[in-house]
């Protein structure tokens, strides 16, 4: 992924994005808009965290996506789950970015109303990487391209910690949801 040891490579790859040659602009999308959300359900609590603060580029020629998340731009409804969340749970001023880096299955059609698609790449969070394949679709609409995707994520698997007093109020995966318009 593009994260290792809490210093952030995903400019360096999206500048060699940019110098790739040959390079049209109309080779990469950006997008103009994003909302993340995810939703941890237990007996105890519910908790729902959103962002809109994400961004993501797309490389056409190549297939390749890459997304960045400031993870301290999770908000909630709840300020002292907030602040446990960026604190102790997702060390957010350790690990502060979650990053994507992959290679979408096929090259989208953009020009479909609707289509579904699937990207392999690394997913990197809590200075963890790991593969994994996420789904999602396309949507074309007026003009605007939106890119929507869900992904369980377990806890553990990114060393995310949960002390055994809160275990009971915190879900071991959390369902995370995407959407980027381009």
């Given amino acids: ?46 908790i729902d965290a959103k962002t809109d603060k994400s961004s993501a580029v797309i490389k056409l020629s190549t297939r390749q996506i890459a ?25 957010t001023v350790k690990y502060p970015l979650c990053t994507f880096e992959g290679t979408f299955d096929k090259a989208p059609d953009w020009t479909a109303a609707n289509q579904s698609i699937l990207a392999n790449g690394t997913l990197t969070m809590h200075g963890v990487s790991r593969k994994v394949m996420l789904s999602g679709s396309i949507v074309n609409k007026e003009g605007r391209h939106l890119l929507t995707g869900n992904m369980p994520v377990k806890l553990e698997d990114y060393g995310i910690k949960v002390p055994q007093l809160v275990f009971s109020k915190i879900a071991e995966v959390v369902d995370v949801k995407a959407e980027f318009e381009f």
């Fill in 1 to 46: 992924m593009l994260y290792n040891s809490g210093v952030s490579v995903l400019p360096a790859f999206v500048l060699a994005l940019l110098c790739s040659l040959p390079l049209s602009a109309q080779d990469l999308m950006k997008s103009k808009a994003s909302a993340l959300s995810f939703f941890s359900d237990t007996p105890t609590y519910d």
């Fill in 67 to 91: 997304v960045k998340i400031p993870v301290a731009a999770f908000k909630f409804e709840n300020k002292l789950m907030e602040e446990h969340f960026n604190d102790d749970y997702l060390e």
